[in-house]
């Protein structure tokens, strides 16, 4: 590579490391505030939360880094040619072809992220994220020990604890059954305890007191207690197993064993096909939008005020190829021979940037062209 690629491809990579930041993080805190409410409505901490958005990151960072790729091409294409320094070197004698290769080399290191991120990190990370969502969900502690709250585990069942001392007795208790509505029952007790046997987990209640109201002979029944076991093992999900999802799978496994997935975990073949090209086809797609952004760039001609016709130009076909992408992918599912087709957005970039590449080039015709229309016809 010469000195000019190289120096036109560390432009394109500071800048794809910029917008790359920028995107996560506006994309991280749209999805964080739904996310910081479910986690920390379920009872659970901070560092809970913190770790939920560390396993979400290899998703969020496969999702932005496409337009990441194509912005960096853009923008530094756009860069240089407002400051002269494409002018230059396409008036040198280099032609749109010659300078593309770091376009070229910029998206294959790109692509190379992106298969790290898409073929192991977010397979291992979503499985992750599955697993300790499962934990959290059988959480008992996490779903019913909370101060001062008014909870609810569970449709109909409401729980209240005034105060949790540091030995685990629990104090001012208030918990209300409305599960069967013609005999809905509250109970109250001043202290309690969390028992965890092999029936399960039970809330035994101390010196309290028990409502029962009969809906149908419109009566209500209290009856006091010294203590009362309430088990609320059917509150929560204890169960920490979860099924996988797709994008849980090892990508080894979609290679290898995709027969035995489909017949223990009820994916079809199409889901299966579809997941694994998917993985496969946003490394392509890296390389396709950087080489569509910076060709698209280069139909236009020197101008102080930029290339902005040609800018619009480039997020349009950006939008096509995405459009394209989301067309396919039901079309696989349904028959899984056609997997090629996840791969026609890259390729249609791929022949959209060769065949601007190929105008860009011949400026003799476009010269031409542009001499024919000014000439006035002689008297």
């Not at 790729?69 to 040619?81: D, E, G, H, K």
């Not at 390729?347 to 080039?361: D, Y």
Request: hydrophobic share 50%.
């Amino acid at each position: 590579m010469s000195r000019f690629d190289g120096y036109f491809l560390r432009q394109m990579l500071i800048l794809f490391g910029f917008f790359t930041l920028v995107l996560v993080g506006v994309f991280w805190i749209t999805r964080s505030v739904s996310l910081f409410d479910r986690v920390i409505s379920g009872g659970q901490s901070a560092m809970v939360f913190l770790e939920f958005t560390a396993l979400t990151l290899p998703t969020l960072i496969r999702t932005v880094m496409p337009m990441a790729v194509f912005a960096a091409a853009v923008y530094a294409t756009n860069r240089l040619s407002r400051e002269s320094e494409m002018t230059v070197m396409l008036a040198t004698g280099s032609s749109p072809w010659r300078l593309s290769r770091a376009v070229f080399v910029f998206g294959l290191v790109a692509g190379l992220m992106m298969a790290v991120i898409s073929i192991f990190f977010r397979p291992a990370s979503v499985e992750q994220l599955e697993q300790r969502q499962a934990e959290v969900a059988g959480d008992v502690t996490a779903q019913l020990l909370n101060e001062g709250e008014f909870l609810h585990p569970a449709e109909g069942v409401t729980v209240y604890i005034g105060k949790i001392d540091l030995d685990g007795t629990l104090s001012e208790v208030f918990v209300s059954d409305r599960r069967d509505s013609l005999n809905p029952i509250s109970y109250s007790s001043k202290t309690a305890y969390l028992v965890n046997n092999e029936a399960g987990f039970h809330l035994v209640m101390l010196d309290g007191v028990a409502l029962r109201l009969d809906q149908q002979g419109r009566t209500l029944s209290s009856t006091l207690f010294a203590d009362a076991s309430y088990d609320i093992s059917a509150l929560t999900d204890t169960n920490t197993m979860a099924e996988r999802s797709l994008e849980a799978i090892p990508t080894v496994e979609l290679l290898r064993d995709r027969d035995a997935i489909s017949a223990a975990e009820g994916f079809t073949e199409g889901e299966l096909i579809d997941e694994l090209h998917q993985r496969f086809s946003w490394i392509a797609i890296c390389v396709a939008v950087a080489l569509a952004g910076y060709s698209t760039l280069m139909l236009g001609s020197f101008s102080r005020f930029g290339l902005w016709p040609q800018i619009l130009g480039a997020f349009t076909i950006l939008i096509l190829l995405e459009g394209v992408r989301g067309f396919v992918s039901p079309v696989v599912v349904a028959d899984p021979d056609l997997w090629l087709l996840l791969y026609l957005p890259a390729i249609m970039g791929v022949v959209i940037s060769g065949l601007f590449l190929l105008i860009a080039g011949r400026p003799l015709i476009r010269r031409r062209h542009r001499d024919t229309i000014g000439v006035s016809p002689q008297a």
